[in-house]
Structure formats: structure tokens, C-alpha cells
């Protein structure tokens, strides 16, 4: 009977038109321009085992820096193998102190865990603006749901580790300070629109490398 209902589903699969997509996977073929379905695949023939694995986050990222704080990211722009996959993985360092300052994935929404130490986390609803913030512990997880405006700052007195997982090869990243203050958005344009003071934007810009 078993054996039958197999032959039958067999028979259903070959006949029915290909409407879903039966390719295994479609490693990335970075040098084609990423259209909304992702990347172009690679030639099947070129693809090896080293296009599914990525050593690039086994370190510790840099943290000697504004934010005392690293993202390492391994969206489909460093790791090719995960396009079209709907995956994608960062790491988190932090030193003591350190924080990944306010920002948003437009793509995907996150899973965070914490592998090391302790952080605070938290992010905003955009329909009240309701703050969700919460310590987060070694082993523990917590999720930011997608586009939402979202923080994690080192809770302890030690370095801590987390891994944030992406419901999206490409969840992209906008760090909201970066946007405002980091390029050469005019000043007078950037108060009118925050009703930030003078002086406050000044500076901000003055630390971040910006401009205007
Ligand atoms: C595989 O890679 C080689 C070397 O980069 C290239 O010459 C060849 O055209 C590729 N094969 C296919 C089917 O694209
Ligand atoms: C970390 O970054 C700082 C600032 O850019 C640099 O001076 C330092 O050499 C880097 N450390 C390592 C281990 O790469």
C-alpha cells in the first residue's frame, strides 16, 4: 500500500508543472547585479563544499573603536552559499561597555543569542512606540521583530558574545546615528527634522565623520 502511494506521489510530482523551484541551492554569483529574488546562481559545476561554510565570524571582531563594540556580518555578501536560502547569521562582540548603538534590518527579523557574558536589549514598536527592553544572559535568547528599531549594549563588567540569526540571506543594517550624523546630510536640515540643537549635531557629526 506504502509502496503504491509512493509510486503515486511520484507520478504527481513528475506531472505537475514545476511550480515551486526544485534547485537544491544557488550559491551566489556575487559579480551579477542582486535583483529581488537575490543573486544569479553560480555555475552548479564551479560550486564546492567551501561555498557552504564560512570561517569568517570563528574570531572575535575588532572592538577598539567608537562603539567599543564589532558586527560581523555573514549576510549573502560575504557567504555567497546562503542566497536564496531565506538565512543569514552576525556576530556580535562586545567590550566592556560596549554597545551597538539604535538601528534597524529592513529585510528580516532577528534572533539574538547570547554565547558570553550579558547584555541589555531592547527595541521599539513602530504602532505605539512601546519599549521592550530586557538583560539577556549567557545560553538565553531574545527576537526583534523585522524593521523595528532595535539596541544590545554589554550589561556585564567582562567582554560578552552574542550570534544574531536573519530570516533573510540579506538582512541589511541602518545604524540610525549613521544615517543622521555619518555623511553629508546638511546640518540645518538635520535639526529641522529631529528639532536637535545646533551644537548637539555639530558634534555628532564631528564624531561620526560627517559633513555639511
Ligand atoms: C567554472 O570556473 C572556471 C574558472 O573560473 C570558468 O572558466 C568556467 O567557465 C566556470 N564554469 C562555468 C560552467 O561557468
Ligand atoms: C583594531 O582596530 C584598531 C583601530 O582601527 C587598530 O589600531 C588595531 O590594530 C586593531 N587590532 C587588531 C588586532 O587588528
Redesign the pocket.
Known amino acids: 500500500m506504502l509502496h503504491i502511494l509512493f509510486l503515486f506521489s511520484l507520478l504527481l510530482l513528475s506531472s505537475s508543472p514545476s511550480t515551486s523551484n526544485a534547485l537544491d541551492f544557488c550559491v551566489a554569483d556575487l559579480s551579477a547585479a542582486e535583483g529581488p529574488a537575490g543573486f544569479p546562481c ?5 560550486v564546492t563544499a567551501d561555498d557552504f561554510v564560512f570561517t569568517g565570524i570563528a574570531k572575535a571582531g575588532n572592538t577598539t573603536n567608537i562603539i567599543s563594540a564589532a558586527v560581523s556580518p555573514a549576510f549573502v555578501g560575504q557567504f555567497p552559499g546562503l542566497n536564496g536560502l531565506g538565512i543569514s547569521i552576525a556576530r556580535l562582540d562586545l567590550a566592556p561597555g560596549g554597545v551597538i548603538p539604535i538601528h534597524t534590518h529592513p529585510a528580516a527579523s532577528e534572533l539574538l543569542v547570547v554565547t558570553h557574558g550579558h547584555l541589555l536589549a531592547g527595541f521599539i514598536s513602530s504602532s505605539s512606540n512601546k519599549v521592550y527592553i530586557k538583560k539577556v544572559n549567557k545560553g538565553e535568547i531574545m527576537i526583534f521583530p523585522q524593521g523595528l528599531l532595535h539596541f544590545q549594549i554589554n550589561a556585564g563588567k567582562n567582554a560578552a558574545t552574542a550570534f544574531v540569526s536573519f530570516g533573510s540571506p540579506n538582512p541589511g543594517l541602518q545604524i540610525l546615528d549613521f544615517a543622521l550624523f555619518a555623511n553629508d546630510f546638511p546640518s540645518k536640515l538635520v535639526e529641522t527634522v529631529t528639532f536637535l540643537d545646533d551644537a548637539q549635531v555639530k558634534k555628532l557629526k564631528g564624531v561620526l565623520g560627517g559633513t555639511g
Not at 42 to 46: I, V
Open positions: 553560480k555555475a552548479a559545476a564551479n
